[in-house]
């Protein structure tokens, strides 16, 4: 798999248009923020450090290796957010309701068996006390969970966004933390999709017209910078 930056993938015309026309202005940090962790499941990651080739014959919505990448990043984050007392919520995918056809017409390994684990968040990043954990059924973390009133509950303005995937259940639900007016930040070493190119394409267009994208180290100058 490519090491290139998500950047390069973008050709420099596009990028230089989106900066000739005033789009990717920065809409920095709020005060009272949370961490939010998408699907970091065995279904959505397939057994450590298998390709990705290997790992779809397996648990058929995974990322393989590509997923892994993130895992350690995502941990140092949420790690260094219990420490300054900030939220840290979980997201999973529960199996789907016989009734949601559309979704399961478009993955249709979703009707196959899959393994025991695949529902189960890695080890690695498994949520500790006082962690929140929301089951899902659809892309967005905002719907048709109480995900909202929490956050609403714990007065949280700012959503560090980690998980996957990039282009599905990351992208619906940044699009809808912006539309409930969050400072939406995603942090691009915690987030992937199953190709450089969707996963560049989608950050690309995410960072120029809605959210924040933003490296690790600045996500956690921020969180360090918060009075307890």
């Not at 420099?12 to 920095?28: A, V």
């Not at 400072?183 to 190709?195: N, W």
Request: charged share 25%; hydrophobic share 35%; proline share 7%.
């Amino acid at each position: 798999m490519s090491v290139h930056h998500w950047r390069d993938y973008i050709p420099e015309d596009l990028k230089q248009f989106y900066r000739e026309n005033k789009f990717g202005g920065r809409l920095g940090f709020g005060k009272t923020p949370a961490v939010l962790i998408i699907d970091m499941q065995f279904g959505g990651l397939g057994e450590k450090g298998e390709p990705i080739e290997i790992s779809v014959k397996k648990y058929p919505h995974s990322a393989g290796e590509i997923g892994w990448k993130a895992v350690d990043y995502i941990r140092e984050l949420a790690d260094l957010a219990r420490t300054k007392k900030v939220p840290v919520v979980y997201t999973k995918m529960r199996k789907p309701s016989p009734g949601i056809k559309p979704f399961r017409t478009k993955f249709p390994a979703s009707r196959e068996h899959t393994p025991p684990r695949n529902l189960e968040i890695v080890d690695e990043i498994s949520p500790k006390q006082g962690d929140i954990v929301i089951e899902k059924e659809a892309y967005s973390a905002f719907f048709g969970t109480p995900l909202l009133s929490y956050l609403h509950q714990l007065r949280i303005d700012t959503l560090l966004i980690t998980g996957r995937t990039t282009g599905s259940c990351v992208r619906a639900t940044a699009l809808d933390a912006i539309q409930h007016n969050f400072y939406t930040v995603l942090i691009e070493e915690c987030v992937f999709d199953r190709t450089p190119a969707t996963h560049a394409f989608n950050l690309f267009e995410l960072d120029t017209r809605f959210v924040d994208v933003l490296p690790l180290v600045e996500a956690e100058e921020y969180l360090k910078s918060l009075k307890q």
